[in-house]
C-alpha cells in the first residue's frame, strides 16, 4: 500500500481559512432593569421574571453597587419575545 501524501490545494484552503478574521462575540451591554424594559417595551417585571425565574438572563453586579444588578441587553433581547402588531 502506497501512502498518499496531502494535495496543495488542501494546504491551501487552510491556509486561506486561517487567514479570515474570526468575528468577534459582541461585547456586553450592562443595563439596569428599568433600562432593558424601556429598550424592549415591556414592564420591569417582565424582565425581572425572565431573570429570576429561568436561565434565560444571566444577573450581573453593578460596579458600582454591590447589591445592584445588571443584566445584557442583547441577552434580554434574544431571551424576551416582544411580539409587536402591525398598524394602530
Do not use: F
Not at 453586579?61 to 411580539?83: G, S, T, Y
Request: glycine share 4%; proline share 11%.
Amino acid at each position: 500500500m502506497a501512502v498518499e501524501e496531502p494535495q496543495a490545494p488542501v494546504q491551501g484552503l487552510a491556509q486561506q481559512e486561517a487567514a479570515e478574521p474570526v468575528p468577534a462575540a459582541p461585547a456586553r451591554v450592562l443595563v439596569p432593569y428599568r433600562d432593558a424594559a424601556d429598550v424592549l417595551g415591556v414592564v420591569e417585571e417582565t424582565v425581572r421574571g425572565a431573570a429570576s425565574k429561568s436561565p434565560r438572563l444571566t444577573k450581573y453586579p453593578a460596579p458600582d453597587n454591590p447589591r445592584a444588578v445588571r443584566i445584557d441587553l442583547n441577552e434580554a433581547r434574544r431571551a424576551i419575545n416582544v411580539k409587536r402588531t402591525t398598524g394602530a
